[in-house]
């Protein structure tokens, strides 16, 4: 387990990019409940931060997609329409997000499996 940083670091209902091991991971703070995510979008590799969080659904900030944090599974694939969609369907296939364990200990945010 890598340390992501103290609870505290984490502001309530906000997701943070942090440095975990050799990896950047995204930290979402669901009212108390930890969720750990690649940082990046596994279709564009736009930069999630950047994004949106409504509960614990990213919305990717280049192209829409969504993905659910407790789970990684895509929730909407692309707010593309007509010839954007058909383009990036056909460059692309809907991906899910790596996500990763959490756990609190003596006040600090661990990440299990970061480096793996």
């Not at 940082?39 to 409504?54: K, N, T």
Request: hydrophobic share 40%; glycine share 12%; charged share 20%.
């Amino acid at each position: 387990m890598d340390r992501a940083g103290a609870v505290g670091d984490f502001p309530v209902n906000e997701m943070t990019e942090v440095s975990v091991g050799d990896k950047q991971v995204l930290v979402i703070n669901d009212g108390g409940q930890f969720y750990a995510t690649a940082a990046r979008c596994p279709h564009m590799r736009g930069h999630l931060a950047q994004g949106s969080l409504d509960g614990t659904i990213i919305t990717c900030p280049l192209h829409g997609s969504q993905f659910d944090a407790k789970t990684g599974k895509v929730v909407r694939w692309t707010n593309f329409t007509g010839f954007a969609l058909a383009a990036a369907k056909a460059l692309r296939h809907p991906r899910d997000l790596k996500t990763y364990q959490t756990s609190i200990q003596d006040g600090d945010l661990f990440i299990e499996d970061a480096d793996g």
